[in-house]
């Protein structure tokens, strides 16, 4: 999975399935002029979660009130089925449903009527954070859950160290972790520690 932004990698796939077409459009236009690939567009939830079984995008924007599914179900089906990551639209007035949206596996949401430039920082957030989570689970694919836990654990306290000390974005302090290990054929979780220990930094 990628975003937009990485140089050289393909663009990150996209389905967005929101019921009022003026904001369907408008959707699909700031994500396309930023460099998104949208694969698929409905106006319903249902069509939504076969969409994204067709595609297999890695990133569903949903909105919370549509015809056939709603937003919270479709988005359950969804996280429990895929690796997509999955963007809930709200209405103001519906606040109350974020609980019940993060048991939904949503991973971010927006509140409507919303602008490109929240738009597009939280479509960035999501899928950087996903990158970064299936990292992780691929590092420690063969270990238990606490191994799974340690290495998230000691990761987000180097990226941390890093976004302080150096002054680097999240998901450049996450790329100079990831990258080092590689480099140097080691772990994610020995590279974050000699970031912690004051032994390694950009």
């Known amino acids: 999975m990628t975003d937009s932004g990485d140089s050289g990698m393909s663009p990150a796939r996209v389905v967005i399935a929101e019921d009022e ?20 567009e409905t106006g319903r939830g249902d069509e939504a979660v076969k969409l994204v079984e067709e595609h297999q995008p890695d990133l569903a924007i949903l909105d919370v009130k549509m015809p056939g599914m709603d937003g919270l179900r479709a988005a359950r ?3 429990s089925r895929h690796q997509a990551v999955v963007l809930l639209l ?8 974020i609980e019940e949206a993060r048991d939904s596996g949503v991973s971010a949401y927006l509140v409507k009527p919303f602008r490109p430039r929240e738009l597009l920082p939280a479509i960035a957030d999501v ?8 990292a992780i689970e691929a590092e420690d694919s063969a270990d238990g859950a606490e191994d799974k836990i340690a290495t998230r ?5 180097a990226k941390q160290i890093l976004m302080d000390r150096d002054d680097l974005p999240e998901t450049e302090a996450f790329g100079f972790i990831q990258r080092t290990a590689m480099q140097t054929r080691a772990r994610m979780r020995d590279v974050a520690q000699q970031v912690v220990d004051g032994t390694l930094s950009p």
């Open 21 to 40: 077409a003026i904001v369907r459009l408008d959707l699909k236009e700031i994500l396309v002029s930023a460099g998104y690939d949208v694969v698929g």
């Open 90 to 97: 709200t209405a103001f007035s519906q606040r109350d449903l």
């Open 127 to 134: 899928l950087a954070k996903a990158r970064q989570e299936r």
């Open 77 to 79: 089906e969804i996280t």
């Open 153 to 157: 654990r000691i990761v987000d306290e």
